[in-house]
């Protein structure tokens, strides 16, 4: 709980918890990056090199939804995704530190070497995957797999999609608080803004409320990943609130804030834009950060945050302005050791994944 409990020491026994990053994260200058842009002052907050053997910002909130599925005393949790999806594998990966069995329900996207790795990682820690059609399918799905665990229904813990539930919002709180104490140890000026990819909310949920809590005025640059439906306003102020309540009546020392969009701005003409003049934008962005600064970014998530802040910097919006880029990406290696074709290790309706295997099945 490291920089919330510190500040707001009810929540310590409140909130359950288990340590699986290593933090802080690192806060450093892009500079090279800056000189190409033309702007000083860009940081990035490097939660890519969260956990040791899987990072990114899911840690953050893992280390509350799988401390809570410990202090149930359930022995799986389960969640969703789509079949490439981050959030799924770094549940399967941290779950599997801790002894719990994963299931994880996934819905088909396009192939690619990526999502094939992504298998290929399930495979290799045994996750527990369901293939589904779409989002209706995922619901009865879980619920039959829930009900076939061998522990039995109640010992199975869900994890919603992006682990933003508003217990999993906690940790992205923690998050700000421990930049606020950075910034303030080296030095450096608040930033004014701050990109991150948007998806389910819960990370900008988190950060936003956070800032506010460290006495911050750095507003969050949302840059949408999802459709609108899924990052509304709405539901960002829906979850706001739901996190503040809870924390609140866990320890009255928690303030209640007002106006949950008050240091919010969400984005939405990167979302979708893979195919597209923006999709060039986004392949620029993951280039330059390649070229300048050695880091590698991917095309859903965190390539589109830095083509919005590259495109807001060749636009003058950043002159005399601070901003920071929240790296959400995992940055650690897989391990060498993954299986080429993971045959039956997976179920059959993920043969499309693979071709090469010789395997009959359904396409993605």
């Known amino acids: 709980m490291r920089s919330l409990s510190a500040q707001f020491p009810g929540l310590h026994s409140a909130l359950p918890f288990v340590r699986l990053a290593d933090l802080p994260t690192e806060l450093r200058c892009l500079d090279n990056l800056g000189t190409a842009l033309g702007i000083t002052g860009l940081l990035i907050k490097s939660d890519d090199t969260s956990a040791a053997e899987y990072g990114g910002n899911k840690v953050r ?10 202090a149930r005393k359930c022995d799986a949790v389960l969640t969703y995704g789509m079949v490439g999806s981050n959030h799924a594998l770094a549940t399967a990966i941290h779950a599997k530190r801790l002894g719990l069995r994963c299931y994880a329900v996934l819905i088909g996207q396009l192939m690619t070497s990526s999502v094939q790795a992504t298998l ?11 293939h589904a059609t ?79 809590l460290a006495g911050l005025a750095s507003r969050v640059v949302a840059v949408r990943v999802t459709p609108p ?4 306003p709405e539901r960002f102020a829906d979850l706001f ?5 809870e924390l609140h009546a866990r320890d009255p020392d928690f303030p ?31 280039e330059l ?27 003058g919006q950043l002159a005399g302005r601070n901003a920071l880029f929240w790296n959400t990406y995992n940055s650690r290696p897989y391990p060498e050791n993954l299986p080429a074709r993971p045959g039956r290790a997976l179920p059959s309706e993920f043969d499309g994944y693979f071709p090469e295997a010789g395997r009959s099945g359904a396409k993605p």
Request: charged letters at 20%; hydrophobic letters at 40%; glycine letters at 12%.
């Open 229 to 232: 439906v899924v990052s509304s």
């Open 120 to 130: 290929r990682y399930h495979a290799h820690v045994g996750t527990h995957l369901i």
């Open 134 to 212: 779409d989002f209706p399918a995922s619901r009865e799905l879980a619920a039959r797999a829930r009900a076939g665990h061998p522990g039995g229904e109640e010992r199975v813990y869900e994890i919603p999609w992006g682990g933003s539930s508003w217990l999993g919002t906690v940790g992205l709180i923690g998050a700000a608080l421990e930049l606020s104490v950075q910034l303030r140890d080296a030095g450096h000026p608040e930033p004014d803004l701050i990109y991150m990819p948007c998806g389910t909310l819960g990370s900008t949920v988190g950060l936003a409320m956070g800032l506010r």
């Open 289 to 315: 950060m390649r070229t300048h600064e050695n880091l590698h970014l991917d095309m859903t998530y965190t390539g589109k945050a830095m083509a919005a802040l590259i495109h807001d910097a060749r636009q």
């Open 61 to 70: 909130k893992l280390e509350y939804l799988l401390g809570d599925a410990l």
């Open 256 to 286: 209640v804030l007002d106006d949950p969009l008050a240091n919010i701005m969400f984005r939405g003409e990167f979302f979708g834009a893979e195919h597209d003049y923006a999709g060039v934008e986004i392949r620029a962005a993951r």
């Open 241 to 245: 609130n739901e996190t503040n309540a």
